[in-house]
């Protein structure tokens, strides 16, 4: 697996809470802080918490849905 280190080429046209949510987590990977992604608010954060990593939701800043998901359903 690699880290990514760059901005995405469409990254001026995320909103201004988008941005700022790739903004922090590049200050995290600047900081070697480790990060967990979660898509579930069910998932413990003291698991990730006591391992020292950072946790962030993928999917509370955008209203677009998943067009393999729109298809399937």
Known sequence: MSLVTQLPSIF???SD???????????LKEQSV????TYCSFMPLEIAM???AAVDSLCLTSDD???EADEAL
């Open 65 to 67: 849905t998943i067009v």
């Open 17 to 27: 809470a988008r941005q700022q949510g790739f903004l922090t987590v590049m200050g």
């Open 12 to 14: 001026s046209d995320f």
């Open 34 to 37: 480790p990060l967990v992604g």
């Open 50 to 52: 006591a391992a020292g």
